[in-house]
């Protein structure tokens, strides 16, 4: 009994200083905050160790909970170390913060409660963090928000398919100095986004009473799928804010100190939250000749020529012209016509440079008529969805008649003649107009048959096939023991080998349908795959480290931004807590660009 009770008390004791070697916190920084201001939700593990240095294991999960007016966005994590000697004795430690900012639109108290999250196989526990939020003051200074903010005129409705124009919009304050934009993001899973201009249009608005420097890029974008859709903007940019100091009016007016006591930060600046609801096509009313166009167009039709000859192409020209989405629209099939052999289109489309929407896109069909007299061209229908008006309209063209002569190419008639002991050629009895280079291939060019030569045994297939597979052999066990030889005295490449190993089950493991389980696979193929490319042992880098390191690699900046918004939709799905529907088909295809250009 004695025994019994010792051996609980060690457990419990035991289990206690196990618990005790990792400390979990929670806090608001500034834990008080304006109405609009920018505080860091941060959660703290604290991890010691008498015997050696701990390391940090990456969180997988962590279900915060909910606030309703508070939002959570933009995650990240930090990572240091320490090592602490106290009477010749070590103590190591290791702190991993998950850095969240937190903003809130109205006053009061935002509360999350304590929740359980899992770190090595355990279940911690992050304890309860309270933010104040107060309103401010009339002569409070301007918020980040308000000096620096980020804005798109996204439409409330769309529908799948139908591509539409957006400017967005960044507001830098006069009073803030720009630094550089160092990096754009967007957050638009079910849409297709096309790429930002690499130059800007500024202006000079006023808003809210302050003055503001604008830069406006315009894009456009087109829903792939249906329902309520996210459409969220981020730029990483640099900015030298004013000094509060100096915002007192001064009665010798502005000083040469101004700008020099001004500090340069590196900001995020959203876009307001934006959801748009994108509707499927209707299915009462589509005509069969419907094949994707959304938007207003005009058709024009014409033929190159209202006389041919037998044999000789004719071209017939459709023209559509008006604002839509161009870049999904085909070609109209052709029905069959009789006397009449037709090609597949070519297009061309013509934009309009200051409106992009706008243009004319133009089908080439070729027809060849294969009989004389008066022949119809096929009619032409072509149809489109009007989203203003929320139905389809068709357009038609006339059947164009077009008068054929008989051909002036001279027919051959050939009849069978005999040879010699050869094999004959079959006849070939020709009964129209050949062009020259059908004439040519009907001429009959097969090989005699030639004079044996006998060969010796070096040159034999049997001894060059046998030299080539002791050559492959000897080829083979060189590279075996070269690369076993780098791996013992390079550790680089025995780093890049290993990786390799580990990059392999890492997509192997990717193809789950688990979104929690690809998004964690994904990330790490993706630090892997760097860590192949530098040299560099990047296995627990965050994007900050990636993204330095694939420059350095020169990564083309749009693999670095495919890269960003994996990494941040994992961050979403590890953080909010709650569950996010994922397009894993769209993000492994993300992920395979990514890979292949590592």
């Given at each position: 009994?004695?025994?019994?009770?010792a051996?609980?008390?060690?457990?419990?004791?035991?289990?206690?200083?196990?618990i005790?070697?990792?400390?979990?916190s929670?806090?608001?920084?500034?834990a008080?905050?304006?109405?609009?201001?920018?505080?860091?939700?941060?959660?703290?593990?604290?991890?010691?160790?008498?015997?050696?240095?701990?390391?940090?294991e990456?969180?997988?999960?962590?279900?915060i909970?909910s606030?309703?007016?508070?939002?959570?966005?933009?995650?990240?994590?930090?990572?240091?170390?320490s090592?602490?000697?106290?009477?010749?004795?070590?103590?190591?430690?290791?702190?991993?913060?998950?850095?969240?900012?937190?903003?809130?639109?109205?006053?009061?108290?935002f509360?999350?409660?304590?929740?359980i999250?899992?770190?090595?196989?355990g279940?911690?526990?992050a304890?309860?963090?309270?933010l104040?939020?107060v309103?401010?003051?009339?002569?409070?200074?301007?918020?980040?928000?308000e000096?620096?903010?980020?804005?798109?005129?996204?439409p409330?409705?769309?529908y799948?398919?139908?591509t539409?124009?957006?400017?967005l919009k960044?507001y830098v304050?006069?009073?803030?100095t720009?630094?550089?934009?160092?990096a754009?993001?967007?957050?638009?899973?079910?849409?297709?986004?096309?790429?930002?201009?690499?130059?800007?249009?500024?202006?000079?608005?006023?808003?809210?009473?302050?003055?503001?420097r604008?830069y406006?890029?315009?894009?456009?974008?087109?829903?792939?799928?249906?329902?309520?859709?996210?459409?969220?903007?981020?730029?990483?940019?640099?900015?030298q804010?004013?000094?509060?100091?100096?915002?007192?009016?001064?009665?010798?007016?502005?000083?040469?100190?101004?700008?020099?006591?001004?500090?340069?930060?590196?900001f995020?600046?959203?876009s307001?939250?934006t959801?748009?609801?994108?509707?499927?096509l209707?299915?009462?009313?589509k005509p069969?000749?419907?094949?994707?166009?959304?938007?207003?167009?005009?058709?024009?039709?014409?033929?190159?020529?209202?006389?041919?000859?037998?044999?000789?192409?004719?071209?017939?020209?459709?023209?559509?012209?008006?604002?839509?989405?161009f870049?999904?629209?085909?070609?109209?099939?052709?029905?069959?016509?009789?006397?009449?052999?037709?090609?597949m289109?070519?297009?061309t489309?013509?934009?309009?440079?200051?409106?992009?929407?706008?243009?004319?896109?133009?089908?080439?069909?070729?027809?060849?008529?294969?009989k004389?007299?008066?022949?119809?061209?096929?009619?032409?229908?072509?149809?489109?969805?009007?989203?203003?008006?929320?139905?389809y309209?068709?357009?038609?063209?006339?059947?164009?008649?077009?008068k054929?002569?008989?051909?002036?190419?001279?027919?051959?008639?050939?009849?069978?003649t005999?040879?010699?002991?050869?094999?004959?050629?079959?006849?070939?009895?020709?009964?129209k107009?050949?062009?020259?280079?059908?004439?040519?291939?009907?001429?009959?060019?097969r090989?005699?048959?030639?004079?044996?030569?006998?060969?010796?045994?070096l040159?034999?297939?049997f001894?060059?096939?046998?030299?080539?597979?002791?050559?492959?052999?000897?080829?083979?066990?060189?590279?075996?023991?070269?690369?076993?030889?780098?791996?013992?005295?390079?550790?680089?490449?025995?780093?890049a080998?290993k990786?390799?190993q580990?990059?392999?089950?890492a997509v192997?493991?990717?193809?789950?349908?688990?979104?929690?389980?690809?998004?964690?696979?994904a990330q790490?193929?993706?630090?892997?795959?760097?860590?192949?490319?530098?040299?560099?042992?990047?296995?627990?880098?965050?994007?900050?480290?990636?993204?330095?390191?694939?420059?350095?690699?020169?990564?083309?900046?749009?693999?670095?931004e495919?890269?960003?918004s994996?990494?941040n939709e994992?961050?979403?799905?590890?953080?909010?807590?709650?569950?996010?529907?994922?397009d894993?088909?769209r993000?492994?295809?993300?992920?395979?660009?990514?890979?292949?250009?590592?």
């Open positions: 009994m004695q025994l019994r009770n051996f609980l008390i060690f457990a419990l004791f035991t289990t206690s200083a196990l005790a070697e990792i400390r979990v929670a806090r608001f920084e500034p008080r905050v304006a109405v609009g201001s920018t505080s860091q939700y941060i959660v703290e593990i604290v991890e010691t160790d008498d015997s050696k240095k701990p390391a940090a990456r969180i997988t999960s962590l279900p909970p606030d309703g007016g508070l939002t959570l966005r933009n995650g990240r994590t930090s990572n240091s170390q090592t602490r000697i106290t009477n010749g004795v070590s103590e190591y430690s290791i702190t991993q913060q998950l850095i969240i900012e937190a903003v809130s639109q109205t006053a009061g108290n509360t999350i409660p304590a929740y999250f899992e770190y090595k196989g279940r911690l526990q304890p309860t963090a309270t104040t939020v309103e401010r003051s009339a002569d409070a200074a301007p918020t980040v928000d000096l620096i903010f980020l804005q798109a005129n996204a409330e409705q769309l799948v398919g139908q539409t124009s957006i400017l960044l304050s006069s009073s803030v720009l630094r550089g934009l160092n754009f993001e967007r957050r638009a899973d079910g849409f297709t986004v096309s790429e930002l201009p690499e130059q800007s249009v500024e202006s000079v608005e006023m808003f809210n009473g302050r003055r503001y604008v406006s890029w315009p894009f456009t974008i087109t829903p792939i799928s249906a329902g309520s859709q996210d459409l969220n903007f981020q730029f990483t940019l640099a900015a804010m004013p000094d509060q100091r100096n915002n007192q009016a001064s009665q010798f007016g502005g000083g040469m100190f101004d700008n020099f006591f001004g500090r340069s930060e590196r995020n600046i959203y307001p939250p959801q748009i609801d994108v509707r499927t209707p299915t009462e009313g069969e000749s419907y094949s994707g166009a959304i938007g207003q167009f005009n058709m024009e039709l014409s033929a190159d020529s209202d006389s041919t000859r037998v044999e000789e192409p004719i071209m017939l020209s459709l023209k559509l012209n008006g604002s839509g989405n870049d999904r629209i085909k070609g109209p099939e052709m029905p069959q016509a009789r006397g009449w052999r037709s090609y289109p070519e297009s489309f013509e934009p309009n440079e200051s409106q992009p929407l706008k243009g004319m896109k133009r089908f080439d069909y070729v027809f060849i008529p294969e004389a007299g008066s022949l119809k061209l096929p009619e032409v229908k072509f149809s489109y969805f009007d989203p203003s008006a929320e139905k309209v068709e357009l038609s063209g006339p059947a164009l008649t077009v054929v002569a008989p051909s002036n190419r001279p027919a051959i008639a050939t009849t069978p005999e040879t010699d002991n050869q094999d004959s050629a079959p006849a070939i009895n020709l009964t107009a050949l062009s020259p280079e059908e004439l040519l291939i009907t001429l009959d060019y090989p005699r048959k030639g004079r044996h030569i006998e060969t010796d045994l040159s034999s297939p001894f060059k096939g046998l030299n080539s597979a002791a050559s492959v052999v000897l080829i083979t066990a060189g590279i075996v023991i070269y690369r076993r030889k780098r791996l013992h005295q390079n550790a680089d490449y025995a780093l080998h990786a390799k580990a990059l392999k089950a192997k493991e990717s193809q789950s349908s688990d979104a929690a389980v690809f998004y964690r696979s790490c193929a993706i630090r892997l795959a760097a860590t192949v490319r530098t040299k560099r042992n990047l296995r627990s880098a965050d994007f900050a480290e990636l993204e330095v390191s694939f420059k350095q690699s020169q990564v083309p900046n749009g693999v670095i495919q890269a960003r994996l990494f994992a961050d979403n799905q590890r953080f909010s807590g709650r569950t996010h529907s994922a894993l088909q993000a492994r295809t993300q992920l395979n660009t990514i890979l292949k250009a590592l």
